[in-house]
């Protein structure tokens, strides 16, 4: 699959872009600084202004209190039970990626509500306590040369369910969990069946439309000047907040509740 938004790896980033990494990674509470990121440096001047226009909202806790409300009612489809003994890492890049993915979605949703000129009106978004952030460590991020061939086929696979018939992004969990095929051949198994009666993919878009309706609440808190690349942001934000980051909140929750781990 051909990837259309091109990035610029953590190791490979210097000067300002890595400053930025480091201060990403350290403000929401990751590992790893997430694919849309890393996609932003690879703008000219989009990754400084982007993270200078939410940064506050997650030091404020905007986007941990909408998280907060919206795990209360997002809607879960029932999978078959995958509890039970896991390579070593599953369940950290679970618990990784169902927090940043979460808070993320929230974060930058309300940047792509800005930049569309969607911000709601009323009563202002409130901040308050952050969540947790997993203090975990994540396998290597997995290529397609690290990996069988099978394994990868098994990934462009999963990636398919909950999106388009070509997927835009990559999701970066699946790579991550490459390194355990045979329990990646476990979560096919029991996703098959909700993406087969349609329960997954309408579990998806209730919950991309709840997130959508309180990212534009949030957009108020946006203090910031339009850049001059703003479409250009707002185009691949909204990839991932559309797509990658907007499917894959309810499949790694999912997961984490048929594994009995979801907090």
Not at 87 to 100: E, I, Q, R, T
Not at 146 to 159: F, G, I, K, S
Not at 170 to 192: K, T
Request: with cysteine; glycine share 6%.
């Amino acid at each position: 699959m051909n990837d259309p938004f091109p990035a610029i790896a953590e190791a490979s980033a210097t000067g300002e872009t890595a400053d930025l990494f480091a201060d990403i990674r350290a403000t929401v509470g990751v590992r790893v600084v997430n694919l849309v990121w890393r996609h932003l440096a690879t703008l000219d001047g989009a990754l400084p202004w982007a993270w200078a226009a939410v940064k506050p909202l997650y030091l404020d806790g905007l986007p941990d209190q909408a998280a907060r409300r919206f795990r209360e009612t997002m809607a879960i489809p029932r999978l078959a039970s995958l509890a039970g003994d896991a390579p070593a890492g599953v369940d950290a890049v679970l618990a990784s990626y169902d927090h940043s993915n979460t808070i993320n979605l929230f974060a930058l949703g309300a940047l792509v509500a800005w930049l569309r000129g969607e911000v709601a009106a009323g009563l202002k978004p409130w901040g308050g306590a952050r969540l947790p952030a997993p203090d975990v460590t994540l396998p290597p991020l997995a290529s397609e040369a690290d990996v069988p061939p099978e394994t990868w086929a098994l990934v462009q696979r999963l990636n398919r369910f909950g999106d388009r018939p070509q997927p835009l992004i990559l999701a970066s969990m699946y790579r991550h969990l490459a390194h355990a095929p045979a329990f990646l051949q476990r979560v096919e198994q029991a996703l098959a069946p909700a993406h087969a009666d349609g329960a997954l993919d309408q579990a998806i878009a209730a919950n991309r439309a709840a997130a959508h309706h309180a990212a534009k609440q949030l957009a108020q808190a946006i203090s910031a000047k339009r850049p001059a690349l703003a479409d250009k942001i707002e185009a691949g934000v909204s990839g991932f907040v559309d797509h990658a980051i907007g499917k894959m909140v309810t499949i790694c929750r999912s997961i984490r509740v048929a594994r009995g781990n979801a907090l």
